[in-house]
């Protein structure tokens, strides 16, 4: 595992959230190699939408689930991104973009043989 734990704090209002994630050695390889920064991992985990596939955690972001706030440089960024976690939800596998994610992802079995 990297060393190290990142945490995500995003207020909505009311309700607050927080992560508490860490790069698996392949995680960390990939994502640099793709370009995908810490930034954009907190807002995928943040606002990404989760399927439980295989026994991990593929969280999917879509432009149109993005809130206004954002602006529209980080939304580009942030199309079609896919972030895959372990079984215990704080390991990330790796990360890529897909432009069907919805389709790539609801097509895996729901168990990994």
Same mark, same amino acid.
């Given at each position: 595992?990297?060393?190290?734990?990142?945490?995500?704090?995003?207020?909505? /209002?009311?309700?607050?959230? !927080?992560?508490?994630?860490? $790069?698996?050695?392949? #995680?960390?390889?990939?994502?640099?190699? =793709?370009?995908?920064?810490?930034?954009?991992?907190?807002?995928?985990?943040?606002?990404?939408?989760?399927?439980?596939?295989? /026994?991990?955690?593929?969280? !999917?972001?879509?432009?149109? $689930?993005?809130?206004? #706030?954002?602006?529209?440089?980080?939304? =580009?960024?942030?199309?079609?991104?896919?972030?895959?976690?372990?079984?215990?939800?704080?390991?990330?596998?790796?990360?890529?973009?897909?432009?069907?994610?919805?389709?790539?992802?609801?097509?895996?079995?729901?168990?990994?043989?």
């Amino acid at each position: 595992m990297k060393n190290g734990k990142r945490f995500i704090e995003e207020q909505t /209002g009311a309700k607050a959230v !927080a992560y508490e994630y860490k $790069h698996t050695i392949h #995680s960390f390889a990939r994502a640099s190699q =793709r370009g995908i920064d810490n930034d954009l991992i907190q807002m995928a985990l943040c606002y990404g939408q989760e399927f439980f596939r295989q /026994g991990m955690i593929f969280i !999917a972001v879509q432009s149109h $689930h993005l809130p206004d #706030s954002i602006d529209e440089r980080m939304r =580009r960024r942030l199309k079609n991104l896919v972030v895959v976690l372990g079984n215990n939800a704080r390991d990330i596998v790796t990360c890529f973009w897909a432009t069907n994610s919805l389709k790539y992802i609801k097509r895996k079995g729901v168990k990994l043989y």
